[in-house]
């Protein structure tokens, strides 16, 4: 089991920053990811990083948005930047074991273990 904990969500103004951070515990993963939910819609990967220095972004956030492991400290960090509103959703840390590349690292099920998740608001 690998317990995920979450930290870093508020509200900010269209343009702000925030960065979200996510503490990892337990078992061995070697992959974690950042998804976003709205309600309503699919839970929608944002960021993956995997132990072996792969990085993934999904388009949306390409260039705003860095996703930044530390191994040593089993951390996992999303810093946004230039969020819009439609940034505006639940925010999840991931994580997994077995990661070897079969799936894409932005897809729900390449993950068991997930965070509760923290908000992020985005107004403009």
């Known amino acids: 089991q690998v317990q995920l904990v979450e930290s870093g969500g508020g509200s900010v103004q269209a343009g702000g920053s925030l960065r979200l951070s996510c503490t990892a515990s337990?078992?061995?993963?070697?992959?974690m990811a950042w998804f976003r939910q709205v309600p309503g819609k699919e839970r929608e990967g944002v960021a993956a990083a995997n132990m072996y220095g792969g990085k993934s972004y999904a388009d949306s956030v390409k260039g705003r948005f860095t996703i930044s492991p530390d191994n040593a400290k089993h951390t996992l960090s999303l810093q946004m930047n230039s969020l819009k509103p439609e940034d505006t959703a639940m925010y999840y840390c991931a994580a997994d074991g077995g990661y070897s590349g079969g799936y894409s690292p932005l897809l729900p099920q390449t993950y068991k273990y997930w965070g509760q998740g923290t908000q992020v608001t985005v107004s403009s």
């Open positions: 337990g078992s061995r993963y070697n992959i």
